[in-house]
Nanobody
């Protein structure tokens, strides 16, 4: 599966952005989808994940209550709605996909190329 992110950009603190990730292939609904991010000089970190049907979602503590992950299987797309953005949310955001269910040490196999999100103070 190929993943293409979009929707990144520059936003002021307190603002919102919605990232999209379009997936190729006919089996999108089989995949657990997720978002990760990597800030300069830091390791890539988990942000959010969603199961194949959208009935279960998972979030990093740092974004819980501010970010919402969702998916539209008819459009082969997963979204990340980011609200109340903070400067520390600045990073390259990556979409990821895996046939395995979300759990500890979840390691997706497929990755997008990333989209930059910059939050100014």
């Amino acid at each position: 599966v190929q993943l293409v992110e979009s929707g990144g950009g520059l936003v002021q603190a307190g603002g919102s952005l919605r990232l999209s990730c379009a997936a190729s292939g006919r089996t999108f609904s089989s995949y657990t989808m997720g978002w990760f991010r990597q800030a300069p000089g830091k390791e890539r970190e988990f942000v959010a994940a969603i199961n194949w049907s959208g009935s279960s979602t998972y979030y990093a503590d740092s974004v819980k209550g501010r970010f919402i992950i969702s998916r539209d299987n008819a459009k082969n797309t997963v979204y990340l709605q980011m609200n109340s953005l903070k400067p520390e949310d600045t990073a390259v955001y990556y979409c990821a996909a895996s046939l395995s269910t979300y759990g500890d040490k979840w390691e997706p196999y497929y990755w997008g190329q990333g989209t930059q999100v910059t939050v100014s103070s």
